[in-house]
């Protein structure tokens, strides 16, 4: 698949580099897990043994040996270990820079990729571990910049990327998906479903949709969701479990966490709820 970055050929004279750390790391399950954080530097692992998990916005990828993963900077992202094996993970902390802008923000790209010369990426990243810390600052400064330049140019390489300026196509494509959410709410919606609706594979479509309404495809239906949901329980008498299946929820268990979660409440004592408050109300006034 030939690479796309046309509209950014410009910019790229203008990439700084900033790199923050760089070292290599044995882990095993117990002390190597997260959920749902946020930073604003990106990250690389490339990893020489085991097998880890990896959610990036949304989607999961399985990273194992000569796989290069990058978590870009600002991202949602869960990680762990797959099994009970050390994994043996090469990894920085950085940030690219085009005048301001952070160098994922003007593409998108795959995260997960398994560069050609694993030898080569390897070698690369030992090398700038070796430059921390430095007796030389501005030597090795120099050098940080230019092995995290042949990293990032080896990581696109080996697989697509392209601009990230989602046009008016786009934007109708995507208005497209939402009205397909709020209209098949009772079915089982997956971001693989969507992706191929709006023509686009699963990863590009979520950074695309991301990026045009500053929220991920799966919060997006879960708002419309939450939002029928507390409409269905203050305004109707259906029951419980005929709402929960209306809103795509089998599990009448699953559908009540996911209420409380979000309302506080669980279904039915978010209705006694509503239903005081407006008796309440009603004494007040008379």
């Not at 007796?135 to 601009?163: K, T």
């Not at 949709?209 to 939450?226: A, C, D, E, R, V």
């Amino acid at each position: 698949m030939p690479h796309e970055l046309t509209g950014v050929t410009g910019y790229l004279p203008n990439i700084h580099n900033d790199i923050y750390c760089a070292y290599k790391s044995s882990l095993n399950r117990k002390i190597w897990h997260a959920q749902h954080q946020r930073t604003n530097y990106s990250r690389f692992y490339y990893i020489l043994d085991g097998v880890c998990r990896i959610t990036i916005n949304d989607i999961e990828y399985t990273a194992t040996k000569n796989h290069l993963i990058l978590i870009p900077a600002n991202s949602d992202y869960s990680y762990s270990i797959a099994d009970d094996n050390t994994m043996v993970k090469l990894w920085c902390h950085f940030n690219s820079m085009v005048d301001g802008t952070s160098l994922f923000d003007l593409i998108t790209c795959n995260y997960l990729v398994k560069p050609a010369d694993p030898v080569k990426m390897e070698t690369l990243f030992q090398e700038l571990i070796k430059t921390f810390p430095n007796s030389y600052p501005i030597i090795s400064q120099l050098r940080q910049q230019a092995l995290l330049s042949e990293i990032l140019m080896e990581f696109l390489q080996s697989g697509s990327y392209r601009m990230a300026s989602p046009g008016s196509e786009n934007r109708m494509e995507l208005d497209r998906i939402i009205t397909y959410m709020e209209t098949h709410l009772s079915e089982k919606i997956t971001i693989s479903r969507l992706a191929s609706l709006a023509h686009m594979n699963a990863n590009y479509f979520i950074q695309v949709f991301t990026k045009t309404y500053g929220t991920s495809p799966l919060k997006m239906l879960n708002q419309i969701k939450l939002e029928n949901i507390r409409q269905s329980l203050e305004k109707t008498d259906d029951p419980i479990s005929e709402i929960a299946l209306r809103m795509g929820f089998d599990d009448i268990s699953y559908f009540s966490k996911f209420t409380k979660k979000y309302l506080g409440f669980s279904p039915r004592d978010y209705r006694l709820y509503i239903k005081n408050g407006n008796d309440e109300q009603a004494g007040d006034m008379e």
